[in-house]
């Protein structure tokens, strides 16, 4: 069974810093493409970060700057380190690779 759990959500104050993970297992982490996504209330899931199999990395331009998403290999683990983080980073975020979903983990920014 294929499966992506993350883990490393919660309550920050802004400014303030978090570093998400995604635990892979059912299928060839090293030949997958990796992502992470956001979704807030009432508004659409959109593409935070990427990470291709080939090391290849794409930022969306709202966390520019302030995030990082890298891969280890060897734990099978994708993670989305948070900097800087604002009150409309607050989302709940979720590692996607292809068709599979993890159940997302929440960020909540707020003083």
């Known amino acids: 069974e294929k499966q992506l759990v993350e883990s490393g959500g919660g309550s920050v104050q802004p400014g303030g810093s978090l570093r998400l993970s995604c635990l892979i297992s059912g299928f060839t982490f090293d030949d997958s493409d990796m992502g992470w996504y956001r979704q807030a209330p009432g508004n659409e899931c959109e593409l935070v970060s990427s990470l291709t199999s080939d090391g290849i990395l794409h930022y969306a331009d709202f966390v520019k700057g302030r995030f990082t998403v890298s891969r280890d290999n060897a734990k099978s683990t994708v993670y989305l380190q948070m900097n800087s983080l604002k009150p409309e980073d607050t989302a709940i975020y979720l590692c996607?690779?292809?068709?599979?979903w993890g159940q997302g983990t929440q960020v909540t920014v707020s003083s």
């Open positions: 996607n690779s292809c068709a599979y």
